[in-house]
RNA sequence: GGUGAGGUGGCAGAGCGGCUAUGCGUUCGCCUGCAGAGCGAAUCUAUAGGGGUUCGAAUCCCCUCCUCACCUCCA
C-alpha cells in the first residue's frame, strides 16, 4: 500500500502504523518570527500529499504540528521591534496559518504553541533528571548523550565525528556533544520557573514534550526538513527514548530536501527568500503543486520562475480533462489510475504518478473517457482546485 | 573529513530495465491591415567517461571524473 524511505534505516519500508487505520504524524512547524517561505512550502505540502494519499487508502491521518514561539530568534525580533515576544509570534501564527489556507493545506488537526507547554517541559526535564539522563552543569541542565546507545544513528554520524560539534557551549558539560533543554545562563527579560531553576525551555526538548503529550508514547511518521536531522531529530529522538523507556517510539522517519535557488539554499542571509503567499497570489496553489510535486520529495529542487511556469500548459490539459469528464472511465485509462496512485505508493513518487495523470489528460482529450468521480479523486489526492 | 543528492537533446526538466515524456526554443502553417497573443503541425532522437550484467540499460553493478547541498541558528 504504502512504501516509505525511513531516514532512520536509510531505507525503503512497509508503512504499517501502529494504531491502523489511524496514521500520527509529527511535522516541525514553522518558528514564529517571519513569514512562510517556499521551502516551508514546500514541506508541508509534501505532508499535505502524503495524508491526501493516505486516505485515498482507507487511513486516517492525526497530524500534529509545534508552533515555535520560544526562541531566540524570536526574542531578538521582538526586541528589535520593541514588543513582546509573544505578540510578535501570535501575529505570525496567525499568518502562518492565513499561508497553509492559500496552499490549501486542510489535513493539519492540531498546532500546539510551545509556550502552552512549559509546564509540561519542566515536568519531563525533571524526570529526565531523576532518571540520570539529564544533568545540571553551570546551572543549565543538559542532556547525557552517553545514555543512548546509538546516539548519532539517525544522522549517521559516529561519536567521533559527533564530538567535533561545538553543540550549546558551556562549562562542566560531561561530552561535547551534549545538548542543553534548559537554559538558566543566558537573560530574557522574563525566565519561567522549573524545580532545577529559573530558565529558558531550550530548542529539542519543546518537541518532545509537544509529542508525548499530544501522542503519547508512539506515533508513525516524524516529519520535517532534511537539514533538520542534526542536531534537532537526533536529538528529539534521544529524549523520546528516554522518556518513553522504548528503543523505536516513531515509525518512519521523513525527511523532504531543501529549495535552493540559483544552487544555493534559501535563507533569509542570503537574502534570495520567496514568500509561499507571492508565488500563490502570482500563479495559484494549483501551479505551485505541480511545480513543487514534479520533483520527488528527497531530490533537490532549484527554484526559478520559469521551471514553475513551464507546468501551465499541463494545467491548462488537466483544466480541459474535467471539461471532457464523462460518467465512465474507459479501461485504458483505468489501468493508467492505478499506476497512479501505485506510484505515490511508492515512496510518494509525485513526479511519476503526474506523468501518468498527463498520459490520462492526453487519453481522455483524443478517444477515452475519464469519469467525473475518477477525475475528482485524483484532484483531491493531489489538492488541485480545478 | 563525514553524510546525502545529482550529472539526460540548444536550454529547462521527467522517466529509474524494452512503449524513447513535457515545456521553452527553432521552423512552417492558420488567424491578423502589421505586430503580438492564440491555435495547428513539424523539428532536435539525448542520456558525464570507462568497464560489466542482460536478448535488451539513461534506467542495475563496479571504477573514474565533475557539480551541489547539509554537517553552527535556518524548513
Request: one cysteine or more; aromatic letters at 12%; hydrophobic letters at 35%.
Amino acid at each position: 500500500m504504502l512504501k516509505i524511505y525511513n531516514s532512520f534505516s536509510s531505507k525503503i519500508e512497509d508503512f504499517e502504523p501502529f494504531d491502523p487505520p489511524v496514521v500520527k504524524i509529527f511535522i516541525c512547524g514553522p518558528t514564529l518570527y517571519d513569514y512562510t517561505h517556499l521551502g516551508h512550502a514546500r514541506i508541508f505540502l509534501t505532508y499535505d500529499l502524503l495524508c491526501r494519499f493516505l486516505k485515498t487508502r482507507g487511513y486516517k491521518t492525526d497530524v500534529l504540528v509545534n508552533m515555535t514561539d520560544i526562541n531566540q530568534s524570536v526574542f531578538n525580533k521582538a526586541i528589535v521591534q520593541g514588543i513582546d515576544y509573544h505578540t510578535l509570534s501570535q501575529f505570525y501564527s496567525n499568518e502562518f496559518i492565513k499561508d497553509l489556507d492559500l496552499l490549501n493545506i486542510k489535513t493539519i488537526a492540531r498546532f500546539a504553541h510551545v509556550s502552552d507547554y512549559v509546564k509540561n517541559i519542566s515536568k519531563h526535564i525533571s524526570s529526565l533528571i531523576e532518571k540520570r539522563n539529564a544533568y545540571s552543569a553551570n546551572g543549565n541542565i543538559y542532556f547525557d548523550t552517553k545514555t543512548i546507545k546509538d546516539y548519532g544513528k539517525l544522522s549517521k554520524q559516529s561519536r567521533k565525528q559527533l564530538n567535533l560539534h561545538r553543540m550549546d557551549i558551556g562549562p562542566n558539560k560531561k561530552n561535547q556533544e551534549d545538548f542543553m533543554l534548559w537554559n538558566c545562563s543566558e537573560d530574557f527579560g522574563f525566565s519561567w520557573k522549573g524545580d532545577f531553576g529559573k530558565g529558558v525551555p531550550w530548542w529539542h526538548i519543546q518537541d518532545s514534550s509537544v509529542v508525548i503529550e499530544n501522542f503519547g508514547l508512539h506515533y508513525d511518521v516524524h516529519g520535517g526538513a532534511d537539514e533538520l536531522a542534526y542536531p534537532h531529530h537526533e536529538a528529539h529522538l534521544a529524549q523520546y527514548k528516554a522518556m518513553t523507556d522504548l528503543e523505536t517510539p516513531v515509525k518512519i522517519w521523513m525527511h523532504v530536501s531543501l529549495v535552493l535557488s540559483k544552487g544555493e539554499k534559501i535563507s533569509k542571509s542570503r537574502g534570495n527568500v520567496v514568500l509561499a503567499r507571492d508565488l500563490v497570489t502570482k500563479y495559484g496553489q494549483n501551479l505551485l503543486r505541480l511545480y513543487l510535486f514534479s520533483t520527488h520529495y528527497r531530490k533537490e529542487i532549484d527554484y526559478n520562475e520559469k521551471n514553475l511556469l513551464r507546468n501551465k500548459s499541463f494545467l491548462k490539459k488537466i483544466q480541459q480533462t474535467s471539461l471532457r469528464a464523462s460518467h465512465k472511465t474507459s479501461e485504458d485509462i483505468s489501468a493508467l489510475i492505478q499506476e497512479f496512485y501505485a506510484s505515490l505508493g511508492n515512496d510518494l513518487n509525485s513526479p511519476k504518478a503526474l506523468n501518468f495523470l498527463e498520459k490520462i489528460c492526453t487519453k481522455a482529450l483524443k478517444n477515452s473517457n475519464i469519469s467525473i468521480e475518477d477525475f475528482t479523486r485524483i484532484m483531491d489526492t493531489l489538492g488541485l482546485r480545478i
